[in-house]
């Protein structure tokens, strides 16, 4: 049966939402906030999960050598128009994130806009797994994802949004698995026409994360409230951040 991940039309339908202009204008500084949190100005860099290419295009546009994965052809192709809108080179890889790795192969790795978790435990700690493999010695692993603490504080039946164009996006989010999992069924009202699209993923706590890291093999981890480097801590910042080193 095919995964939620895999399915194209998920990615097309729900493009426009996921990832809206802004959040390409919000992207070279979420890229000058996590170099600077690394202290890494150059070398080779895997983004992981690099969806519509945000991020590669922008670590390319500052000289870094990127390999952008994603499984979805989708998303390659849009991230494939931006470099080519950009002038930048990429080396762009249609692969399942469980699956890839090259040793030793790069100086930083990131995973951004909660892209990792769509798996069982055990497959998650896989792919943190090749990532600590496909890091050169003293490579960096930069993790940004919606952290359990946040889920909780922010709980919502239902959510819903308004567009310009009279589009109507609700969301309707469960828990499961004993808060290990959230499965999410997103609506879609538009041109009078209704499409419902189900997906889940696993939930991990700043500690929890912080066990996965160390258990796949990198010797330091910390932990942060944003790529700002603001501090994890009461108040369940927006996003969980973790610089994972080998």
């Known amino acids: 049966m095919m995964e939620w991940f895999e399915n194209e039309e998920f990615w097309r339908q729900l493009y426009p939402y ?14 000058t906030q996590m170099l600077s949190l690394v202290g890494i100005t150059q070398g080779r860099v895997l983004d992981l999960c690099c969806g519509p290419g945000r991020h590669s295009v922008e670590l390319a546009r500052r ?55 769509y798996f069982g435990d055990e497959e998650n700690v896989q792919v943190l797994r090749n990532v600590r493999e496909s890091l050169a010695p003293g490579g960096v692993f930069v993790m940004e994802l919606l952290g359990k603490e946040r889920v909780a504080s922010v709980w919502k039946e239902s959510i819903s949004t308004d567009y310009p164009d009279g589009t109507v996006l609700i969301q309707r989010p469960r828990v499961r698995d004993n808060w290990c999992r959230i499965e ?17 993923h696993a939930v991990y ?7 996965r890291l160390i258990g796949a093999g990198f010797t330091t981890v910390d932990l942060y409230g944003g ?12 996003r969980l951040v973790a610089v994972a080193r080998v």
């Not at 999410?184 to 889940?200: M, P, S, Y």
């Not at 706590?205 to 066990?211: G, K, P, T, V």
Request: glycine residues 8%.
């Open 205 to 211: 706590s700043a500690r929890e994360l912080r066990d």
């Open 184 to 200: 999410n069924d997103w609506i879609l009202l538009k041109d009078g026409g209704v499409r419902t699209f189900h997906f889940e």
């Open 227 to 238: 790529l700002d480097g603001s501090e994890y801590a009461l108040g369940a910042p927006p």
């Open 63 to 117: 000289g870094f050598a990127v390999t952008g994965v994603d499984l979805t052809p989708f998303l390659l192709d849009r991230a494939r128009e931006r470099a080519g809108e950009a002038g930048v080179a990429i080396e762009w890889v249609q692969e399942d994130m469980r699956c890839f790795c090259r040793s030793a192969a790069f100086d930083l790795a990131c995973s951004l806009f909660t892209s990792w978790g």
């Open 18 to 31: 996921m990832f809206p202009a802004d959040r390409f204008a919000a992207t070279p500084e979420q890229v």
